[in-house]
């Protein structure tokens, strides 16, 4: 399967900073990466996502940058609030043929904000 | 439009025992997926319905593992003679035609013991 490489795999900011949350792809069959926020017991939402006819995408506090050469996007949260604590998983787009276009996840990463 | 929502949301089960979960995607939504997700990982792909059709399963879903989606709308997700292993978050997100978007439900959380 398609690996999908996310760091950090924790994160702790104060209130106010940046939180920056990077992710490397290998291959990918679409161009369409999401971003989801988890919190605990909860289901991935779905928080924002790019195609790379574009190199950053941004909704509110959050913005995804994307560099297609390098393979690699991030989500930068601006203004953080303890509120934004929660685990955020990037993805990439795996087409089997099917129509299927699963995703696949990195492994995520722990985002905490304190005040 | 009130979102995907599966059922139960919690499952606790002996291991060799039976268990079948429900997702119920958003309406209109004619592609459907299930995931598992385990502890400190992202959601891994299991399955994928369009309509009624199954066309994907992962290598992940092992034989006895079966899905099924009758009428192109709920879907059940079946485990048979569970293991300890089995334990997880198990996953259904759902899509329409013509976008990328997934949109996933609340999850079932199997524990086996």
């Known amino acids: 399967q398609q690996q999908v490489k996310q760091s950090p795999q924790s994160l702790i900011v104060q209130k106010g900073g940046i939180s920056i949350i990077n992710c490397a792809y290998e291959?990918?069959?679409?161009?369409?990466f999401p971003w989801y926020q988890q919190f605990p017991g909860k289901g991935p939402a779905l928080l924002i996502a790019i195609r790379p006819d574009v190199s950053e995408k941004k909704e509110g506090r959050f913005t995804i940058s994307f560099n297609k050469s390098a393979k690699q996007f991030s989500l930068h949260i601006m203004d953080s609030q303890p509120g934004d604590s929660a685990t955020y998983f990037c993805?990439?787009?795996?087409?089997?043929?099917?129509?299927?276009?699963?995703?696949?996840f990195g492994k995520g990463t722990k985002l905490s904000v304190i005040p | 439009d009130t979102g995907v929502s599966q059922d139960p949301r919690h499952k606790i089960t002996k291991r060799g025992q039976n268990v079948t979960f429900r997702c119920d995607p958003i309406s209109e939504h004619n592609r459907l997926y299930w995931y598992r997700q385990t502890l400190g990982q992202g959601p891994e792909f299991l399955t994928y319905?369009?309509?009624?059709?199954?066309?994907?399963k992962s290598r992940l879903l092992s034989d006895r593992f079966s899905a099924e989606r009758p009428k192109g709308s709920f879907s059940t997700l079946e485990i048979q003679r569970t293991e300890q292993g089995d334990s997880a978050m198990y996953l259904c997100?759902?899509?329409?035609?013509?976008?990328?978007?997934?949109?996933f439900g609340p999850g079932t959380r199997l524990t086996v013991t």
């Open positions: 997100a759902s899509r329409t035609d013509g976008t990328h978007e997934q949109y």
């Open positions: 993805a990439n787009t795996t087409y089997s043929g099917a129509g299927s276009y699963q995703l696949t």
């Open positions: 319905f369009q309509n009624e059709a199954q066309l994907e």
């Open positions: 291959n990918t069959a679409f161009d369409y």
